[in-house]
């Protein structure tokens, strides 16, 4: 039989969503916080959501009909999302490289983890963390240590002028500040 008239599977994972592209060096970087915060989740699905729902669904097949039964649908439904997710989580966690920033506290070079303020040429300030693909939420003014920003400014000092590439054009920027978390004294 051609594939033409074979019967599509309505559980395919098509909408598995697809990890993101890393540098050439493979490397996932991520702080110490941000790992924690990751296990976490993926510990909560399995020990607490998971099991729950199966008993939901456990719980609505022994009712009968399955065809119309809400439970039962919601359910699997809910089961496969969490399944799809914990084999995300444990993909990210398998290629993340925990990296402590407070390593750097006191240095006046901007390297992961860093807090940077810069001015550009237009006179707007601005002060962004460079975090990791899995934890930069830009609306705390975090952003990915392999974004445009990040990679302009990593390596750079306080007082170096950069040439960020925008797409209206390049724009000049000077590092004002660079701060790290400080190191735990216990």
Known sequence: MSKAFTKEVEDSDDDVPQLPKL????????????????????LTLIDLERPQVVDVVHWAASNGDRSENGDYIYGKKRLREIDRRIRFLTQRLEIMSVTDPRLHHGSEQIFFGA???YIDDAGTQTTVTILGTDEADSAKSEVSWV???????????????????TPAGPVSIEVLSVHYPAPDLH
Request: overall charge positive.
């Open 23 to 42: 540098p050439a060096s493979g490397k996932n970087y991520i702080t110490p916080a941000g790992y924690a915060r990751t296990q976490a989740e993926l």
């Open 115 to 117: 807090t940077v303020t």
């Open 147 to 165: 974004s445009p920003i990040a990679r302009t400014l990593l390596k750079a000092r306080v007082g170096d002028l950069l040439q960020l590439l």
